[in-house]
């Protein structure tokens, strides 16, 4: 049992994360993940940047980045959301080389989801990683994520 705005949430049958968008299924990430990134984006939601970031810092005390990795694809599943026709897709970002670093990061990392891609996805991580912007990035990927969601939900 988890809590979300501070009621009681059964997220058995449904992973919610306030009260109307939930995460999709993701094949072959931890159950823990889901809850992970369910308290990423209720901290994202009311604006507690330290929040998410503690989220993630504590995911991956818990799990490595490994684990970091997980939350971040159901974020980026988040974003995407259900029932997206099958086949190869594109990543159309005029002006991407512009972008900062976390937008670009972000957009591939989202095609990479997309795509089903999750050696381009561990990829990116590990040159965030390498690059020292990881935790920028994470941050710029649920900040997209909840404004994605404001927009589908109105």
């Given at each position: 049992m988890c809590t979300s705005m501070g009621q009681p949430v059964d997220r058995s049958a449904?992973?919610?994360?306030?009260?109307r968008p939930t995460l999709p299924?993701?094949?072959?990430?931890?159950?823990?993940?889901?809850e992970d990134?369910?308290?990423?984006?209720?901290?994202?939601l009311a604006g507690d940047t330290d929040a998410v970031v503690g989220t993630?810092?504590?995911?991956?005390?818990?799990?490595g980045v490994a684990g970091?990795?997980?939350?971040?694809?159901?974020l980026a599943a988040t974003m995407v959301g259900e029932n997206l026709?099958?086949?190869?897709?594109?990543?159309d970002f005029p002006g991407i080389d512009e972008a900062g670093y976390d937008?670009?990061?972000?957009?591939?990392?989202?095609?990479?989801?997309?795509?089903?891609?999750?050696?381009?996805?561990a990829a990116l991580f590990g040159a965030?990683?390498?690059?020292?912007?990881?935790?920028?990035?994470?941050?710029?990927?649920?900040?997209?994520?909840?404004?994605?969601?404001r927009r589908r939900h109105g």
């Open positions: 449904e992973r919610c994360l306030t009260g299924d993701v094949t072959g990430v931890p159950p823990e993940a889901f990134a369910a308290l990423v984006l209720e901290s994202a993630f810092d504590a995911v991956v005390d818990r799990a970091a990795y997980d939350v971040a694809w159901c026709p099958g086949g190869a897709w594109t990543l937008a670009r990061w972000v957009a591939r990392f989202v095609s990479a989801y997309v795509n089903q891609d999750a050696s381009t996805g965030a990683i390498a690059d020292g912007q990881l935790p920028e990035c994470l941050l710029t990927l649920a900040g997209s994520t909840v404004a994605t969601l």
